[in-house]
């Protein structure tokens, strides 16, 4: 079963930064779309932020357009967040995926069929 492999959480202050990392061992998803999505307690998992095959297009939730930067490095086989300004609100496990068949970055959880098992950032004010 393929595997993604979250790291880079952590306990930041508020107005802080954190980067992301998500490498899949074994697999190569260079030519596939990948996201970053989040779930707070209590809360459905949301869209952080998606990037196409070649990292030409991102999206991003309105809450982190500006403050979150999704990039990728397909010789490294690794995708980034890099989150800057962070607020409490910010607080969740964040979780990286992969589409098994999209070049295309999609918004939607069901474009992505690989999932990690998260990394949790918290955020304290």
């Known amino acids: 079963q393929v595997q993604l492999v979250e790291s880079g959480g952590g306990l930041v202050q508020d107005g802080g930064s954190l980067r992301l990392s998500c490498v899949a061992p074994?697999?190569?998803?260079?030519?596939?779309?990948m996201g970053w999505f989040r779930q707070a307690p209590g809360k459905e998992r949301d869209f952080v932020a998606a990037?196409?095959?070649?990292?030409?297009?991102?999206y991003y939730a309105d809450s982190v357009q500006g403050r979150f930067t999704i990039f990728r490095d397909n010789a490294k086989n690794t995708v980034y967040l890099q989150m800057n300004t962070l607020k409490p609100e910010d607080t969740a496990v964040y979780y990286c995926?992969?589409?098994?068949?999209?070049?295309?970055?999609?918004?939607?959880?069901?474009?992505?069929?690989?999932w990690g098992q998260g990394t949790q950032v918290t955020v304290s004010s």
């Open positions: 995926a992969a589409s098994p068949y999209s070049t295309s970055p999609g918004k939607s959880r069901n474009d992505y069929g690989y």
């Open positions: 074994g697999r190569t998803f260079s030519r596939s779309a």
């Open positions: 990037i196409g095959w070649s990292g030409g297009s991102t």
